[in-house]
Nanobody, 127 residues
Framework: QARLEESGGGSVQTGGSLRLSCGAS????????FGWFRQAPGKGREGVAS????????WYTDSVKGRFTISHDSAKGVTYLEMDNLKPDDTAMYYC????????????????????WGQGLQVTVSA
């Protein structure tokens, strides 16, 4: 089974930038959606950004539009999340995920039986 390896978390001040990376040694040809979730202390998991290979169109939750950019390098099997103009409300554990489709990102936060989670990265934004 594919494993997801994440890197790039850390601590920054308000207005700073971070880039998260998520690599997979291998993944199923049925995997069409690549992206990131986050979970802040005391809150539920929310979809942050996803990339669906079928359309090539990225999706972002409203609170990060214009600040975050997701990209996927299929040749390298790496998904990136460039996070600019970070705010304290962005503080959370960020989780990379792969799945057949992107439905989990839009509401439930639950991947399908073929979905895979990364271990999570802490991102802390100080005021």
């Amino acid at each position: 089974q594919a494993r997801l390896e994440e890197s790039g978390g850390g601590s920054v001040q308000t207005g700073g930038s971070l880039r998260l990376s998520c690599g997979a040694s291998t993944y199923s040809s049925m995997t069409n959606c690549f992206g990131w979730f986050r979970q802040a202390p005391g809150k539920g998991r929310e979809g942050v950004a996803s990339f669906y290979t079928g359309s090539g169109i990225p999706w972002y939750t409203d609170s990060v539009k214009g600040r975050f950019t997701i990209s996927h390098d299929s040749a390298k099997g790496v998904t990136y999340l460039e996070m600019d103009n970070l705010k304290p409300d962005d503080t959370a554990m960020y989780y990379c995920a792969h799945d057949r489709g992107c439905g989990a990102w839009y509401g439930s936060g639950r991947l399908s039986s073929r979905g895979i989670w990364g271990q999570g990265l802490q991102v802390t934004v100080s005021a």
